[in-house]
């Protein structure tokens, strides 16, 4: 089977409720990213940090895939396909997708801030005082803005291989993200399915772009690939 690489950004799960960064001015739920997803801004002030994380993993119990996660993980009938998502909720997994690697981390998920290595699974609020194994206190699992993104290489890796490289509801503004689709191999055909697509077709090779939303442009690339 064919290698299909999806790197997905924050529209893809918009249709879900859960709100984008760029559609509300770079605001983050009313947040300046900067206070709520930055080490700075979780040093000046850890329990609004920990309140907005917390407020965003209790959306999760309300909230649903939509038809363009479900639509995506159909690809998986005809290809081998390895979701490469800026998203840190789950609702790629909760779609049935298969292989989902998150590139800023996961809202269920949290880790010790001394030991990056020690990540728990973690569904209920999180507060200062909760501790990991080793006495440290326990942040979000997110790549906050400023920080290595431990997980590229292997982003990079996926995309590489990918005979097909599909793009889906990202401003193409965060990096390196952003920077994933020049990886693709020469000649691959790349779509590009987003309402207000921050690129022309004329940016990159053989890029078509589906000026839609998830599940209407996922809709649309079901007819070309399946
Ligand atoms: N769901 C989440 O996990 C979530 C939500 C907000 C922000 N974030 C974080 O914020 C950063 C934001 O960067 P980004 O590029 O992912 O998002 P972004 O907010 O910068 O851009 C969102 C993109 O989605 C598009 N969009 C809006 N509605 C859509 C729809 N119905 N279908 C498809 N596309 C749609 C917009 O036109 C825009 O290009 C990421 O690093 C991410 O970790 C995550």
Redesign the pocket.
């Known amino acids: 089977m064919k290698n299909i690489v999806v790197l997905t ?7 879900s409720g ?6 509300a001015d770079g605001l ?1 739920e009313g947040h300046d ?1 900067m206070e709520v ?1 930055s080490p700075e801004g979780f040093y000046n002030n850890p329990e609004l940090v920990l309140e907005f994380y917390n407020q965003r993993r209790a959306q999760l119990k309300s909230v649903k895939p939509n038809q ?1 996660h479900f639509r995506l993980q159909k690809l998986e009938e005809n290809y081998n396909v390895h979701i490469v998502t ?4 789950d ?1 790629h997994e909760r779609s049935g997708s298969t292989s989902v690697l998150h590139l ?1 981390g996961e ?1 269920r998920k949290v880790r010790s801030i001394k030991n990056e290595q020690l990540v728990y699974s973690w569904e209920e609020d999180l507060v200062l005082g909760d501790l990991c194994e080793e006495k440290s206190q326990l942040r979000p699992h997110i790549v906050w803005f400023g920080e290595a993104v431990p997980m590229i290489d292997q982003a990079v890796e996926l995309v590489e291989k990918a005979d097909v490289l599909v793009i ?7 990096y390196p ?1 952003a920077g994933l689709v020049n990886y693709v191999q020469h000649g691959a055909p790349v779509y590009f ?6 690129v022309k077709e004329s940016d990159f090779n053989n890029l078509t772009i589906i000026k ?4 209407k ?1 996922m809709e649309q690339l079901l007819t070309v690939l399946l």
């Open positions: 950004g924050a529209g893809m799960s918009a249709e859960i709100a984008t960064f760029r559609d983050w990213v997803a363009g800026q998203n840190v909720d609702l800023h809202l889906i509801g990202t401003s193409m503004q965060v993200a399915i987003d309402p207000n697509p921050s839609e939303g998830a599940s442009g």
